[in-house]
């Protein structure tokens, strides 16, 4: 799987686990609604990693939680 696909997955089921929107989501974070946009619908193809941090920080998820996933098993690289 691709990093950005797998991002994407890990943020739209952190949503729905958690009953909220992505413009939430992004109003949590503090992030613009574009960035979190950009990265569930995989436009972005290398985010940074300050903006992970934000939604974690944001949603009172350590960082290792957000990747301790299978999603990230085998990540294929995207250069």
Do not use: H, Y
């Amino acid at each position: 799987m691709k990093l950005s696909k797998a991002i994407s997955a890990k943020i739209l089921a952190i949503c729905n686990e958690k009953n909220i929107s992505v413009n939430k989501l992004a109003s949590i974070c503090c992030l613009t609604q574009s960035t979190v946009q950009n990265l569930v619908v995989g436009q972005s193809k290398n985010p940074k990693m300050l903006t992970i941090i934000r939604i974690c920080e944001g949603l009172d998820i350590p960082l290792k939680d957000f990747f301790d996933d299978e999603l990230f098993q085998n990540i294929e690289r995207e250069d």
